[in-house]
């Protein structure tokens, strides 16, 4: 409550003052993303994708692209396209995810395997796939389809590398690094260059606007992997410990494993390893981590890749879009700091 007795109003989110900025785009990718994933054959794909689509995802990676095209000075309405694409690919590879993962529960609701099964919902993010890929094709720039494409590639080799490095305590932040930039960064990073690229931008805004991409991407899961130890199920959109229990080996593991003693190393081989957790092993972990100051460790992490997205930010025009995106990364790690 303000001082004069008003109720003080909740501040409104970065993505929220891009989602009014963006409105009329939005709703025209919207409009996409709904005639392109109809199917006059199969009414499954409609069924699922809807379910996924219209769950209550903020379309956050979309919006980076219109708004990168926007702050570059574009006026025309490919870029539309081109967001539509990123969330085409950013909803499959949540439909393959859940289906590798085993997961059960997606923004607050059953995911798509548990509904339907896992064959539905590996095809239908097939499907999705191809849907973006020809909408990536439309605009007809060689470039763009090039960015977006190799991110498709990065992303599926994160995927498997994810695979091979789970479970497996000699697993380096390198490794992890590159987990995560197939994961999560390496969509972020093709939606702002490719926005640039349509728009025709000089190359020191199209490196600028990559480099924050791929830096807001990385700030963004590596805070997602500190809120899975420390966060809300609420705040993450799925149940704390959720990563401990699936034995993946995130940035705050990685750190306590590098300085574990030898009793330490043998916990973190039964759990993670050998995967005979028991009632309590996810309070232990915690204990081990505040030990070594390994959340901390990750958590400057999660807060120097922020700096990093601001300041590439630096190299674009002055526009409202811009300083937008310089409160959303240090917005992404507000969560942790």
Request: proline share 3%; net charge negative.
């Amino acid at each position: 409550m303000d001082m004069d007795g008003s109720v003080e109003q909740p501040k409104e989110s970065p993505q929220d003052r891009l989602a009014v900025a963006l409105a009329e785009d939005m709703a025209a990718v919207n409009g996409l993303i709904r005639a392109r994933m109809s199917s006059e054959h199969a009414p499954r794909i409609p069924e699922v994708t809807a379910h996924l689509i219209e769950a209550g995802g903020k379309r956050l990676r979309p919006m980076l692209t219109l708004a990168a095209a926007r702050i570059c000075g574009y006026r025309g309405s490919d870029h539309q396209k081109l967001a539509a694409t990123v969330e085409f690919i950013h909803t499959a590879t949540l439909l393959h995810d859940d289906v590798v993962d085993e997961s059960h529960r997606r923004r607050g609701r059953p995911t798509a395997n548990l509904l339907w099964d896992n064959k539905s919902s590996v095809l239908v993010g097939d499907y999705l796939f191809a849907r973006a890929f020809q909408l990536m094709v439309e605009p007809g720039n060689l470039r763009v389809l090039d960015i977006l494409a190799n991110a498709s590639a990065v992303i599926a080799e994160g995927e498997v590398l994810q695979l091979t490095a789970a479970q497996d305590l000699a697993t380096t932040e390198d490794i992890y690094l590159k987990v995560i930039r197939g994961k999560t960064a390496a969509l972020f990073s093709a939606a702002t260059e490719s926005g640039a690229v349509i728009a025709g931008a000089p190359e020191a805004q199209v490196r600028a606007l990559y480099t924050y991409g791929d830096a807001l991407g990385i700030a963004f899961q590596v805070a997602d992997d500190l809120l899975d130890y420390g966060g809300s199920s609420t705040t993450i959109g799925k149940n704390t410990g959720d990563d401990f229990r699936e034995r993946k080996l995130t940035l705050p593991v990685i750190k306590a494993v590098a300085q574990a003693d030898a009793e330490e190393r043998a916990f973190w081989v039964r759990v993670i390893e050998k995967g005979q957790q028991a009632e309590g092993d996810l309070e232990q972990a915690r204990t081990i981590m505040a030990r070594h100051g390994a959340m901390e460790a990750a958590r400057a992490s999660a807060l120097g890749w922020a700096r990093t997205a601001e300041a590439a930010l630096a190299a674009l025009p002055d526009d409202p879009l811009r300083e937008v995106l310089a409160d959303l990364a240090q917005y992404v790690v507000a969560r942790i700091a």
